[in-house]
């Protein structure tokens, strides 16, 4: 059975919530278990990410991830993932910078 899938939005809002709140790199991890949760945290603002769990599902998962965002930035012409990495914009909502 796969793991819990309600846990990475709340660890993507964390990662979020960190990157706005700190100038550190911050490592996204938490249900991550496709090449587009991995982006989804790029975009957040982390410059890495982490695969646990998903690991014991897809044992191919962090290749396939890597391939995957290998053929992404090159079909989007992306240089470098700092042209992507919290790029996430979020108007009209009430989120402080802490
Ligand atoms: C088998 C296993 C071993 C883990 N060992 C550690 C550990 O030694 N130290 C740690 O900080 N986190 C450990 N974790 C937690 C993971 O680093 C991670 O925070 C967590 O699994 C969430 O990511 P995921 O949803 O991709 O699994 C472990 C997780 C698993 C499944």
Not at 6 to 28: E, F, K, Q
Not at 55 to 74: A, H, M, Q, S
């Amino acid at each position: 059975m796969p793991p819990n899938p309600s846990i990475m939005p709340l660890a993507l809002y964390c990662v979020w919530r960190v990157c706005r709140a700190v100038d550190l790199p911050v490592i996204g991890i938490g249900g991550i278990s496709s090449l587009e949760d991995a982006l989804e945290f790029f975009i957040a603002g982390a410059c890495a990410v982490q695969v646990g769990t998903w690991n014991f599902i897809n044992p191919r998962i962090t290749l396939d991830i890597i391939e995957g965002l290998e053929k992404y930035v090159r079909e989007h012409h992306i240089e470098n993932l700092s042209e992507i990495r919290g790029s996430l914009c979020c108007t009209g909502n009430k989120a402080s910078k802490q």
